[in-house]
């Protein structure tokens, strides 16, 4: 195996316990499984998950959400509840029907193709997001017009922040306003709900008023609160800008150690360069060690490591066990990486972590200039 990925399920466990303490007992914590959990495996995740107490999951379409639906019931949790977040199109329907699956409609037409099927959907609410939803002025007569609330199959209403993990945002803060109107329209008509959620990872390490008010907005309504949970789960978390740091962070663990092989172990002599555009030359003898991934197994291009630019790093064990830090240098290839194991015995075969202890997907999207979930999401590599 040239890479492969090991993902903790007792990490994944914690951390969602560390979410669902955070959220407080007020709020449920629906796991966000969607894009494969974030590359950790949807399937594997969404039954630790609910070892852990897990009820909802998030998945991004239909297909994920009948993926997940059949691993959940052959671990015996057909109780649980499973929100497609990301859209509905006609040819989903059966698979809704047939999995049991809870979607999330905003238009008409997707409300039109679910008429026959009596199921159960939640209607998202546009508040600032400018993705998907109704418009609050819109939302009752978007409820009124289809029926739903007659037939009892509007199960939930929610919407998503813009910017969660600013502190007392003004975006946050007016998303809220506006959530507030579209469900006090609800519950003047005496209409119960069973959920009403909001916010991400973010909004359970942020203000704890945000919960506070999500509870009571729920209870107006007959409903549960929840919050969506996905990076948190994984072992990460934005800090919180305009306080600099995430509460959470420090006691969540990074669930996918992301692990190759030695290929080679060369000497390099002073002057020799390294990679395409030769944009690394050695100043001094040194010792490189060849690894079997690459750009197109998720090593982002931006890692590499030139004369004027350090680029990123791998963790690797001497013979002595310790694990240390190896630059990478020159440019990161398509299924090739070099790295400098100069004074560190290493051999042919040795295990090197990618990503995990020591060298995080923080650290990837800090020099990639992108974010931890995007990271994730690219890594390639069979799962352990
Ligand atoms: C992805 C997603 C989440 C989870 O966000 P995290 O920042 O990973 O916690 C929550 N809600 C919706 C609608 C999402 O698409």
């Not at 897990?54 to 949790?77: K, N, P, S």
């Not at 040819?91 to 409300?111: A, G, I, K, M, N």
């Amino acid at each position: 195996m040239k890479a492969w990925m090991e993902v903790s399920e007792e990490r994944l466990a914690a951390n969602y316990r560390v979410v669902a303490a955070a959220a407080g007992a007020e709020t449920d914590v629906l796991a966000v499984v969607k894009a494969n959990a974030y590359g950790h495996g949807a399937e594997r995740c969404a039954v630790a998950l609910a070892r852990a107490g897990a009820r909802w999951f998030g998945v991004a379409d239909a297909q994920e959400g009948a993926r997940v639906r059949r691993a959940l019931d052959a671990a015996a949790f057909a109780e649980a509840q499973i929100l497609v977040m990301c859209g509905l199109m006609p040819e989903d329907v059966p698979v809704v029907v047939e999995h049991r699956l809870t979607p999330v409609v905003w238009t008409r037409e997707q409300v039109g193709w679910l008429s026959e099927a009596g199921i159960r959907v939640h209607v998202e609410m546009e508040t600032g997001m400018g993705r998907q939803g109704v418009k609050p002025g819109e939302g009752l007569a978007f409820l009124l017009d289809v029926a739903l609330l007659g037939s009892r199959k509007v199960d939930g209403v929610l919407t998503h922040f813009a910017a969660a993990e600013v502190a007392d945002g003004a975006q946050t803060r007016t998303q809220r306003r506006e959530f507030e109107l579209a469900v006090a329209q609800i519950r003047k008509r005496g209409w119960k709900l069973g959920w009403v959620h909001a916010g991400s990872s973010s909004t359970v390490d942020n203000v704890v008023e945000v919960q506070e008010w999500l509870a009571n907005l729920a209870k107006s309504v007959g409903a549960r609160a929840m919050v969506r949970a996905g990076i948190a789960l994984y072992g990460y978390c934005q800090p919180i800008a305009g306080e600099g740091h995430s509460r959470i962070a420090a006691q969540l663990q990074p669930v996918m150690t992301w692990r190759t092989r030695v290929l080679d172990v060369r000497d390099v002599a002073a002057g020799e360069t390294i990679g395409y555009n030769a944009t690394f030359r050695a100043k001094t003898a040194m010792q490189v060690a060849l690894l079997p991934v690459g750009y197109s197994d998720g090593l982002r291009r931006e890692l590499s490591g030139s004369d004027s630019r350090p680029g990123g790093w791998v963790m690797m064990g001497g013979r002595d066990g310790a694990k240390k830090k190896a630059a990478i240098l020159g440019r990161v290839s398509m299924n090739l990486t070099t790295v400098d194991v100069t004074g560190m015995d290493v051999r042919v075969g040795d295990e090197v972590v990618l990503l995990g202890d020591g060298v995080t997907a923080d650290d990837h999207a800090r020099i990639a200039g992108t974010i931890p979930y995007e990271i994730l999401c690219g890594v390639r590599g069979e799962q352990m």
